[in-house]
């Protein structure tokens, strides 16, 4: 199986949102802060905007040292409060979520995400793919994010901080040496300052040298379960799972078509075999479904969806396959423009292991 893993970063998320909120900010530096309360310059730095952030304030900096690099540039120095924030993030992460298989927060601005299945192992499908969640939050939050897609979570972690902000950096498997290997060690994920000074202190400043180095001086170094962790994760080996931070909420398939159509029949046609997997995995791990949504990628990469909730969950090839096209027909009806991409998801899942029938539930 060839792996598809993203990590997305919300661009200075707290000092975006003050954005938000605040439209006539965008123009000025804006620092967002954390005063520790005892005088009005006291505290430090949690993050800053691209304009701040060229006058050399970044975060983790004293208050006091922002406030003299941003002396006369008519900047906003603005408290944290989280409860500003995290309604957008939980936002963000819902919209991520109904566009991957597995989604792992690890932040209130970031997360991983699996898309092996939703995009079918194609590197291709995963760039529509991620195009499709950046205009998503875009539209909807009025946020720019970083998307990084790998192989494995270290590159897509890194991939993601490649280009910043609004940056999609997607490194294809046969390229992910070559990528790595430039990169100062420090920038592999899970390498601390700490972890960086002692490899450099036996003469490892790269990935690439640490992807070469003989793992026995990196576990004499490191001890053995870190050494062999950084050292597969040098070669772009490493194969720790993206774990969904919540209950399984929901399961999707999306394709590639052969060719753009509008015709909604021809569309169902080929994403036929996808509606039949998701049916298959529901059945196999004890779910049912009462909400079925279509998804349809447009020629100009706008996604539009349309969705049927039913009273009795569903799982059954016939009724989801059936669904499926009346839903696709529909779309197509709406949006009157030719479909890229084609894609189904299941959610509002019921857990029916141990049940002897849907008509329980009626």
Do not use: W
């Amino acid at each position: 199986m060839v792996r598809v893993v993203g990590h997305i970063d919300v661009d200075y998320f707290f000092a975006q949102v003050e954005e938000v909120l605040n439209p006539a900010l965008k123009t000025k530096p804006v620092v967002v802060c954390v005063y520790s309360g005892r005088s009005q310059s006291s505290g430090v730095v949690s993050t800053a905007n691209y304009l701040a952030r060229s006058f050399g304030v970044s975060s983790g900096m004293s208050i006091s040292a922002a406030q003299k690099r941003l002396s006369g540039k008519d900047a906003e120095f603005i408290p944290m409060k989280q409860e500003k924030y995290k309604p957008f993030s939980e936002r963000v992460m819902q919209i991520v979520r109904e566009h991957v298989d597995a989604l792992e927060q690890t932040g209130i601005d970031e997360a991983f995400f699996d898309i092996t299945r939703f995009c079918n192992e194609d590197y291709g499908s995963a760039r529509i793919t991620a195009v499709g969640i950046k205009n998503r939050i875009r539209q909807a939050e009025g946020l720019t994010v970083s998307i990084g897609i790998g192989k494995t979570k270290s590159v897509a972690k890194i991939a993601s901080a490649f280009t910043k902000p609004d940056g999609l950096t997607i490194i294809e498997p046969s390229k992910t040496v070559d990528f790595l290997g430039p990169l100062p060690v420090a920038k592999l994920y899970g390498v601390g300052p700490k972890t960086a000074s002692l490899l450099e202190s036996i003469g490892i400043r790269t990935i690439g040298e640490l992807a070469t180095s003989n793992i026995d001086d990196i576990t004499h170094l490191l001890g053995r379960k870190l050494a062999s962790r950084l050292h597969d994760a040098a070669n772009g080996a490493d194969d720790e799972l993206v774990v969904e931070s919540q209950k399984v909420a929901q399961f999707s398939r999306i394709i590639t078509l052969k060719k753009d159509t509008s015709s909604a029949e021809e569309a169902y046609l080929e994403l036929l075999p996808a509606v039949k997997e998701l049916a298959a995995r529901m059945d196999s791990e004890g779910y049912a479904c009462r909400t079925l949504t279509v998804i349809g990628v447009l020629s100009n990469l706008s996604v539009r969806t349309k969705s049927r909730s039913f009273e009795t969950p569903i799982n059954t090839p016939l009724v989801l396959s059936e669904q499926t096209l009346v839903l696709l027909s529909a779309l197509s009806e709406s949006v009157q423009a030719e479909f890229r991409r084609v894609g189904v998801r299941v959610s509002d899942l019921v857990d029916i292991k141990g049940q002897a029938s849907l008509n329980q539930y009626l």
